[in-house]
């Protein structure tokens, strides 16, 4: 049943519209109520890579939640909504100015590099276990403290007029909407984002990732399933250890005496993977000059 016999990780590339919990629905429902999760949300109008953990595959989800991201979209200058993009209600205008009039590399500049960002009223941020989205809705959220966040990258161009075209690299926890936000906010005159592409996520790439239209019916089942990347495959980042089928056996058991064959942990807090006959069988955690079991995999 495809590379990972119906485990692993599947990059979809998310239409606009639809919510990144909708997708998770349309691929639960393809492959028979297996279980689906993504990493990474994104905003239902935003579209691009949404890779979603099949089965298995959600083992690997904290190792892949740290990673960083790649993003392409349109920032709005002249306007300010109160979710910080074009489907939310317009609280202020005021007039640009001229795109083409503007120094975009020194205004990219201060924002490359770690930094602290208020996040969105409108998130998926947790306040007393209520999302800030539905208490924004009810004009309850409170306003986030900043939290610290790195771009590795921020490149702008014209787009048109009012328009500023973004290419950007940014870690884990970055918001592209408060990114707009403060771009506006230098500029005096406020923005909003308008559009976004989702376009990496860690070593997964957009151009693998075929289109949730695409995942219909029987013939999009087997697509999906020769799509799926191996949990052995999607953890690149993890240094790879071996061990023979015995000590597999051993480590799918719990048996933690088994982690002794595989040498000596090569810095603090270290996180590998360890395969038996090209399959994941676990991941291992350093714990001083030890390992310890992290996750198991069946």
Known sequence: MGR?????????????????????????????????????????????????????????????NVADKRYK???????????????GEVVATAQPPAATDLDLAALAGPFVGKGEQVPPAFSA????????YELARKGEAPELEPRPVEIYSLALSVHDESGLALDLHCSKGTYVRSLARD???????????ESLVR??????????????DALEGEEGRRRALAALITPLDSLP?????????????????????ALGRLGLPEADEE????????????????????????????
């Open 271 to 298: 996180v590998v993977r360890i395969a038996s006959e090209g399959r994941l069988v676990a991941v291992a955690r350093a714990a001083g000059r030890l390992w310890k079991l992290d996750r198991v995999f069946t």
């Open 199 to 212: 376009t990496g996520f860690g070593a997964f790439r957009l151009e693998d990732a075929p289109s949730l």
């Open 4 to 64: 990972g016999d119906g485990d692993g990780i599947l990059l979809i590339d998310k239409p606009e519209a639809i919510t990144s919990a909708g997708a998770v629905a349309v691929v639960k429902r393809l492959l028979g109520g297996r279980k689906v999760g993504h990493l990474g949300t994104l905003d239902p109008f935003a579209t691009g890579l949404l890779p979603l953990c099949v089965g298995q595959g959600t083992k690997c989800a904290p190792y892949l």
């Open 73 to 87: 979209g349109v920032v709005r200058l002249g306007v300010c909504t109160d979710t910080l993009d074009v489907t």
């Open 125 to 132: 941020i947790k306040r007393g276990g209520t999302p800030m």
């Open 237 to 257: 980042h993890l240094r790879l250890l071996e061990i023979d089928a015995a000590g597999a056996v051993a480590l799918r058991g719990g048996q933690q005496q």
């Open 183 to 193: 771009i506006g906010g230098r500029l005096g005159c406020g923005a909003v984002l």
